[in-house]
């Protein structure tokens, strides 16, 4: 059996753990790897102990015509790459030689949260709205991977 590539790998994961956010306009996790090994995930979502919009109606962005990438301050979710970077600091793994795998394109916010902890590269799936690349972190590099993979996870295998 080949093995598959660590990108691929990576992609995998996400396609598991964004399962877990409790956003209900997009589900977005990371996955941070020091050496080919993940070492930390996140994903989306409001903060820990908040109630957890149920419906579209229930979003505070929805309701207000919001669109992805406006008004990064409204947002009631902390973002997957933040979760994930948080996990990092203060880690033996902090400012190591760090690259990500994100299922959306990470906004500047996030970026700059990964570049700070020692991540220099971002792979990601889907692109996010409005981004630009202007104002990445020195030496910080986002790279497009279309992931078309479908995982079928069958329980009790």
């Given amino acids: 059996m080949m093995r ?3 990108v691929t790998y990576g992609f995998r994961l996400c396609s598991v753990i964004r ?4 956003c209900v306009r997009r589900k977005v996790s990371c996955v941070v790897f020091h050496r080919n090994r993940p070492i930390a995930t996140g994903f989306n ?3 820990s102990g908040e109630p957890h919009p149920q419906t579209l109606a ?3 962005r929805h309701r207000n015509g919001i669109l992805p990438g406006q008004q990064p301050n409204t947002a009631c979710c902390i973002h997957a790459e933040q979760n994930a970077s948080d996990l990092v600091r203060n880690t033996p793994w902090m400012g190591a030689d760090l690259w990500a795998v994100s299922w959306t ?6 970026c700059i949260a990964l570049a700070s902890v020692g991540v220099t590269k971002v792979y990601y799936h889907e692109p996010y709205p409005k981004q630009d690349r202007a104002k990445l972190p020195v030496g910080f590099s986002l790279i497009h991977h279309p992931y078309n993979e479908v995982l ?3 329980a009790g295998k």
């Fill in 4 to 6: 598959t590539d660590w």
């Fill in 19 to 22: 399962m877990q956010s409790t």
């Fill in 45 to 47: 979502g409001v903060r």
């Fill in 58 to 60: 229930d979003c505070v």
């Fill in 105 to 110: 394109e990470p906004c500047e916010a996030c």
């Fill in 152 to 154: 079928i996870i069958e």
